[in-house]
């Protein structure tokens, strides 16, 4: 079969694999769509810490298919099944498996990154990590269920309430997701921050009520007018940059709550006035990942078209140009979600 593979940092191609048979409680799936995040940059990079990936490796942990076989002892699938499948495969039996924090898995392994990803023709997954989608479900908006299963959780955790003020730092998918989302809850008004034109209009398209482009105008006093003076009840922060945790924390209102969904990365690190916490009485929510219960609440999102996330889908690539999506999405210049299409 085909696949995208990176063999070493900053060293990747297209490359023919055996397809691998699925075993005890395993299944062969057909990848159909995958789409890219930045985290597939960092991995061509070299960027992601070492203990979170194996090279050569075949990247894809946002993805959909088709199952083509299913392995001993597996119920409930059949060939022809429409699925995708969570990436982080979870050992179901650590401490922290038992207490419902699967994203925390002590012995986690994880599509993509430790295990190949859905970058190439078939995949081989845990069945118990599959789920089924309705027949004739949209394939290339199923491989958005993936990152809405992470922003799922950073929502959840906030616990938002009707008539709050949400502010979302970043629109890129990571961030348009948290506008869709938090629209469900109808809050008052949703502060869209980012640095293009064209990536704001399209968060006001989606659901929120008011920008903020840096390059323009100031964060801080722009959401202090929009608020009354008062801050954001929750602050997303979805840009992955240190300024933009810093952000948040100036942002939100006293006794408001943030939430952390971007990752820096190892290197990063920044300076805060350490009693900001203390002075603010503020909730901080740190998300990695997902869990499988808010993986079955994206599901439900998507399939029922509760949020529109086919208008993030704004840029196709055949598998052998993955390294052209991987460039657009470093460059900056490209919005909205980029897919690999397999079919």
């Not at 799922?152 to 989302?181: D, F, Q, S, Y």
Request: net charge negative; proline share 5%; hydrophobic share 40%.
């Amino acid at each position: 079969m085909k696949a995208f593979m990176i063999h070493e940092p900053e060293h990747y191609s297209v490359v023919d694999v055996p397809v691998s048979e699925p075993g005890e409680g395993e299944v062969l799936v057909r990848s159909m769509y995958a789409g890219i995040c930045g985290t597939d940059v960092e991995l061509a990079k070299g960027m992601v810490r070492a203990d979170a990936v194996n090279y050569p490796c075949i990247p894809g942990h946002e993805w959909s298919g088709i199952v083509e076989k299913i392995g001993p002892g597996v119920k409930g699938l059949k060939p022809g099944d429409r699925v995708v499948s969570e990436g982080v495969q979870h050992c179901g039996h650590c401490r922290f498996c038992r207490q419902g924090q699967t994203n925390l898995c002590e012995n986690m392994k994880e599509l993509g990154f430790t295990k190949p990803g859905g970058l190439s023709e078939y995949v081989v997954t845990n069945a118990m990590m599959v789920h089924r989608l309705p027949d004739n479900f949209p394939l290339d908006m199923a491989a958005l269920i993936e990152p809405t299963a992470v922003v799922t959780r950073g929502v959840w955790r906030a616990k938002p309430k009707p008539g709050e003020i949400v502010a979302v730092i970043g629109p890129g998918t990571v961030g348009l997701l948290a506008v869709m989302i938090s629209k469900l809850f109808t809050p008052r008004k949703i502060i869209l921050i980012g640095v293009t034109d064209e990536t704001l209009e399209l968060g006001l398209s989606l659901g929120a009520t008011d920008t903020v482009n840096l390059t323009k105008e100031d964060a801080a006093a722009k959401v202090s007018e929009l608020t009354a003076g008062y801050g954001a009840d929750i602050v997303i922060e979805c840009a992955g940059k240190s300024s933009a945790v810093d952000m948040a924390f100036n942002l939100v209102r006293r006794g408001g709550k943030t939430v952390l969904l971007g990752a820096a990365g190892t290197e990063a690190k920044m300076e805060l006035y350490s009693d900001i916490f203390h002075v603010k009485d503020m909730e901080i929510h740190g998300i990695l990942s997902y869990t499988k219960e808010t993986w079955q609440d994206a599901v439900n999102l998507v399939t029922n078209r509760l949020i529109p996330v086919e208008k993030l889908i704004r840029n196709r690539f055949a598998l052998q140009d993955t390294d052209q999506a991987l460039k657009l999405l470093e460059s900056g210049k490209g919005i909205g979600k980029s897919l690999i299409e397999l079919v």
